[in-house]
């Protein structure tokens, strides 16, 4: 498996989850991973990404301050954690894999090889 995203659940609006994402070795050390989203009826968005040397993490403007994204290289792991969560964060979570330039990186067509998903369903 080369990414594998787990976490999530049913949760109350303004509740907190960590989604977690167990990435091969390879892609670790050769790609960005990032975290993406699609809820129903809406096209996949992005959420966040970290470049793979761990310096570097970009957010959604939307999400910025309540979500944050991070890594732990022992467990070949990249979490989200989402705080203060809305019942417009209800979607499936996928981590994902890119190469893209800082311009085109919350481009979701730049990720080229995904999870399988994780769904987050927020209740108000």
């Known amino acids: 498996v080369q990414l594998q995203a787990s976490g999530g659940g049913m949760v109350q609006a303004g509740d907190s989850l960590t989604l977690s994402c167990v990435v091969s070795s390879s892609i670790l050390s050769q790609y960005d991973v990032g975290w993406l989203r699609q809820a129903p009826g809406k096209e996949r968005e992005f959420v966040a990404v970290m470049r793979r040397s761990g310096s570097r993490t970009y957010y959604a403007d939307s999400l910025k301050g309540r979500f944050t994204i991070s890594r732990d290289n022992a467990k070949n792991t990249v979490y989200l954690q989402m705080n203060n969560l809305k019942s417009e964060d209800t979607a499936v979570y996928y981590c994902?894999?890119?190469?893209?330039?800082?311009?085109?990186?919350?481009?979701?067509?730049?990720?080229?090889?995904w999870g399988q998903g994780t769904q987050v369903t927020v209740s108000s």
């Open positions: 994902a894999r890119t190469r893209a330039i800082l311009s085109s990186i919350r481009d979701p067509k730049m990720y080229d090889v």
